[in-house]
Every structure is written in C-alpha cells, then in structure tokens.
C-alpha cells in the first residue's frame, strides 16, 4: 500500500476526453479494436446473451445461475445505477492507457475451494470465459496414474454471469482423496484460451495431498506495481522473477494451495482507475466538498465497469503467474489495490459518496467473479454475505485457513464490521468442532500485519497535517467570495488535489497526506488498535478453549517479517520450545512484496527504532507482549545487518506441517540482489504446536 495515487488531473470532463483522444493515435491499435468489441450496449448485450442461453441451456447441459444486469450489491456498497442507456466506452479514452493483453487469451483460473467429508474430499473450481453466443466449453480430467486416459467424465459447466461480450463459466471439481498424494490433469476445450480445431487444448497439471497429508502452502502478496513505481521491468524484472522462483520451487516440491493475501491485482498500477477521465473529473471538482454530490450515471458504470474487467484479464496473464493460476489452486483475499489505494480509510464524506460507493462495487463484482468464482447473489462459502466475504477452508486433517474480510466493511474507525466479527467467531467454532480435536493449526489471513512496529510519530504528524488542511479549507470557505475574480485560488485550494510530487504528498487526492490511508490501514493505528486487541484476545481464549495454535499470515507493507505474541516474562529462546504451552504465542509472518518494490531504506531505519519486544502496557492485551524476531542477521549476499528484524527485499514464504512434531515451518524465500533468476535465499522459522498445560 505504499503506492500513491497519482495527482487528479484539473481538466473538466470535456477537456479530459479531449485529452484522451488526442492521445489516441500512437496506442494500440489491437488494444483499441478489442476495447472496442466489449464497449457495446451492457443492457442490449445482456438481452441477446439471456436469450441464447434460455434457447439452449438444456440441450447443452449447463446449470444456469443468471444475476440481475446490474448485481445485488452487499449492504455499504453502492445500489445499481438506474440509469438510462448505458453509452459505450470511448475507444480513443481506451486507447489512451497501454496496451491491454485480449481476453481471447485467458484463463483457465483454478481455485482451491477446501477440503470437505472429513478429509475424503478434494474441492475446487475452474473459471473460464468464452464469447457469448458460443457453445459453452467444456472440461475433462485426466487419470494420470492411468496413463493420462480421460476420466470418462467431462465436468458440466455453470453460466455466473456475463460482462458486455464474454461469458464467465465456472467448472466445480470434487476429487476423492487416496492414501497418496497424486497429479490431476485437466483440459478446457471451447474457452478464451482453451485452443481451437487446429490446436487441441493445453492438458494442465495440478497436485492434491493424500487423505492423511496437511497441504503444501505457498503464500504471497502485492503482485504488481503502484503509480509511482517508474522503469519498473528495468529495474525490478516486472513481477516475473519471483514467480519463476515459485514455479521452481513447485516442480521440486508441489504446492496444493498458493494463498494471496492481498492486492492479487493493482488497479492504481500501469492501467489506473485515477485516470478514467470520469474518474480524473471527479477528483477534479473545484472544491472537495462537492464530491460527494457528484451523482454516478451509465457512463460511470460503463467505463469503470470495463476497466476493472480489461484489468483483470491483462493481469491475470502475466506470464509465470497465468501458468500459477492454471496449475496451483489458489485461495484470495481482497485488499485496497484491488480496488483502489486506501479504498475504505478515507474521510466519511468521500466513503459514502456515490462515486466511490459503486466504485467498490464493482470492484467487488470482479473480484468475486476472478478471485472467488462466485457473485453477490450467490457469495458461495463467503461469509456474512452480503455483509461480508471471510471464509474457512480446511487444508488437511490439522491445518486450516480463516480468511478475515478487512476491506469490504472498512471505515476510518473500523476495520470489519460488528456483524461480521460475530460471524467469524461463530464458523471459527463450528469448524473447531468439526475437527474433533484434530485442527492443530490455524493460519488467519489478515492483509496487514497483526503484528508490527508501531509508527506513532507519523500518524501524529500525518494527521495533524490532515486536521489543519480540512480546517483552513473551512475557513476559505468562509472568508473568500465565490465570484469569477476568486475562482481559480479558490479551486486551487478547496479541490484537496496536490498537483506537484511535493504537494502530492501533502494533499493527495482527497485533502489529506497520501500516506494517511496507509497509516490507517495498520491494525496498530490509533483508530485500530482496540479492535486489533479484542480480535487477538478472542483467539487467545479459542486457542485455549481447542489447544490449536494461532499463525497470523500477512503482506501489505512490501517488506519480510516473523514475530508473534506471547505471554510476558523474560524467554532467552526463541526456537518455539518455550511457548508450547502458551496459549497467548500467536505467530506473525510477514510476506510482502511478491512483485512491487520495498519501500525506502529510511522507512526500515524509522521501524527499527522501536523496541524489539512491546510490553504488555504498549500492546494493551493482558498478560501478553509482542515480539518481531531478528530473521535477518545476514542479508541475501552473506552482509551481516544491523537492522535485523525487517527486511526490504521482495519475496514470498511457504508453509509446511510436520507430522513429526506437529509444527509448522515457515520459509521466506527472498530475492537475490540481482532481481533475476537465481534462488532465492531462505530464512525459517519453527512454529509449534499448542500442548495442553501439564
């Protein structure tokens, strides 16, 4: 979340399209075809694609699951534009961003939907798109003990929902588990990227754990670039180089499950929400305080709609990572970049104002749709839907993952709403239950780290920077005329725009410092921390109540970290033998960035200045202190570090259950310093299991 969001541009709507279209004729000209094709009528396309598929759904096989043109929002997002015509995105606009891979070319996408039945059962799901007025694909599974014979099954197809000319089908697999881990193969034939006549479809191999095994886990996060990273593939390699080390790593020893943990796509990144002209006109009001008046209209729906879809189809095909979509299942979780930056941690004002309601909307719609396959209507194993999307998944006899939405319900001054958290503890426990005891590992997503130095001098900084702004705008407001002589000082300071990189930084996009939303987003925040501490409480009493130990898994702040609470007093150890019995040692990795960059060596400096243990009256839990590890007494070139507890290097972690003693191992894989292709360096960690008290 270091990424800023770029300076608004000050054009009316108008002077923005024209801006856009005289930027038009040195782009793509395949970009602009394909925008174009998927730029017709949502309302008009909508009609023809029900109509077809109501003709021949039957015949053909495919389980219809058709939402509203518009989808049900949750509760805190936006309701559906009730607009008229919706008008079809410019082509020169369109044009104007860089070039955008087809969606010709996409998928398949593999999710790792649990493991049910009392550890018999393997789920998951596959999703394709294919052009509306197509026959529906169709997918087969492979034995490969067999030989690689099909199956002699072809799994049916469920039509989710359809956006301008594509169709979005979801496979869903159940496997049964043997007494071996073993490959499954698949194919699509008749998809986006399923290959035609002349090209059979591309057989993809995945792995499923034995009935008796604890899945295999690669974890990672920011898998992509914000706007103010520059030259990023001359200077970082884009995000390829960390992914061909995970492929690596999978052809070695296979993962059953990726988990992301946060900004799977950057939607502020190379192609940028901020610079969709209605967008930019938005950000572009004369004063901030009429923002929330703009009203959303079918050319909002329309272009912000396209963009989230274009986005995911080009980010999704990045090169080592569409070969990871289609080959490791993978279980997401949203966070800000893929929706906006700072989604959720803004002002009231501009939270709730149409525009950024129904931007969250939508992004939500895509999100479900490509991460979760799933939509509003349906919000398959999410839960509180529609108020929320956490879910529970089991990973094998004694691990599993809780996945808290922190980013759907989020305000300045709350993280997940009260609805949410009840929903939470009560599948926790259902799930505890479910176990009979044998659940001995709980890995709990949570985008930004539980466990962290605290940074209280720049959140009172930033926000006594944010509070004078907002108060000489007040006064503006009142001492200055509104009349044409007045008009341009009083747009240059009541829009909350900083147009120049310094002044950026001062005002943002929305009239406070840019990094305010990152501060914010900290569970240790000022705002959060109350919160933080009542969350970690409630594990500490299900850790006790069902002797399972707690790993809080996290990415968001573009550096690597291990550390963990634990009950106070003074522990010379740290290999983990010491907190067998502490209910209150809940582990903390840290695994950021996959693919965007570290942040400045000053902001590591600044982190370390913090104790290397927080007692009990810092962290505000009883009986309990938090602790961060120094991992990294040698960097990945063999250099000792002084400042060892934080790491700013790109990288991703896998996790491992160890039948032997029951604990888990934690293995940050960090990039050389050369950014390409050799290994990256491994720093490990035991986690032990929870024992009962003597």
Known sequence: MTSQSPPAS???????????????????????SFLHSVSGNISAAWSHVKHHAETHLQQLGVVSHFPPAFPAPPPGLAPPATA?????LSPAAAAAAPPLRPAASLGPLLRFG???AGGTL???SVLSIAPHGAPPPTLTLFDVAAGGAPSGHSVPATLLDTYAAWCFYRFDLTLRLDARARPVEYSVAGSAGGGGAQHPPRRYRFFVPAADEDSHVAFWSCNGFGSDAKDVDKKWNGIQPLWRDLLRRHAEAPFHVQIGGGDQVYSDGKHNIFDIPLVAAWLGTDDIADRPKVQWTAEHEKSIGDFYFLTYVHHFQEEEFAEALATIPYTFLCDDHDIMDGYGSYPEAIMNSPVMKNVGRLAYRFYLL???????AEARGLFPAPAGFSYIKSLGPSTAVLAIDNRSGRTEHRVVPDICWMEIWKQLEIAAVESRGKLKHLLVIATVPVVYPRMKIADSVINSVASLSEMFRDMFRKVVPHNSSTAEVREGVLEGVGHSPFMHRILGSFGQPDLRDDLIDEWTHEYHLAERNKMVTEFQSFSKKHNVRITFISGDVHLCAIGRFRSTGDIPDENGKEVEHDHRAMYQLVSSAIGNNPPPSMIVQYLHTNPRILDSKTTGITDTVEEMFETFKSDVNGKSLKESRLLPRRNWSSISYSTADRSLELVLHVEDVDKKDRDAVLYKRRVPSLKPMP
């Not at 008229?84 to 079809?88: E, F």
């Open 114 to 116: 649990g493991i049910a």
């Open 84 to 88: 008229p015509a919706v008008s079809p």
């Open 122 to 124: 393997w789920t998951g």
């Open 370 to 376: 490509f991460q979760q396959h799933t939509t509003f």
């Open 10 to 32: 000050n054009n009316p709507p108008a002077t923005a399209a024209a801006a856009a279209s005289s930027s038009s004729s040195s782009s793509s000209s395949s970009a602009s």
